[in-house]
Nanobody, 119 residues
Framework: QVQLVESGGGLVQPGDSLRLSCAAS????????VGWYRQAPGKQRELVAL???????NYADSVKGRFTISRDNAKNTVALQMNSLKHEYTAVYYCNAKNMVAGTMANYWGQGTQVTVSS
């Protein structure tokens, strides 16, 4: 029911900033909690930031104070503003949307966007 497309990744230097976007096609995901995850080479996928239906946010300790997640339900987009990027942040970043309506098990993933931080 929902297709997610990530964009905004690229090659940057340490200390630079990037803004990732997760766009949902079709129906609005206003009833979905949306999270950004990342997966570095040889490592498991990990949660970076999460935003609820009401806009409450959670962040991994490693990015707290550096990353900001936000949503625009009218545009069916969720953004991840990444500041003060470090080399260890290099990874493929994925968007995930989970329907929070009672009785719904829908869970969707995008294909990811590459973020490379190189000195």
């Amino acid at each position: 029911q929902v297709q997610l497309v990530e964009s905004g990744g690229g090659l940057v230097q340490p200390g630079d900033s990037l803004r990732l976007s997760c766009a949902a096609s079709g129906r609005t995901f206003s009833t979905y909690a949306v999270g950004w995850y990342r997966q570095a080479p040889g490592k498991q996928r990990e949660l970076v930031a999460l935003i609820s239906i009401g806009g409450s946010t959670n962040y991994a300790d490693s990015v707290k104070g550096r990353f900001t997640i936000s949503r625009d339900n009218a545009k069916n987009t969720v953004a991840l503003q990444m500041n003060s990027l470090k080399h260890e942040y290099t990874a493929v970043y994925y968007c995930n949307a989970k329907n929070m309506v009672a009785g719904t098990m829908a869970n969707y993933w995008g294909q990811g966007t590459q973020v490379t931080v190189s000195s």
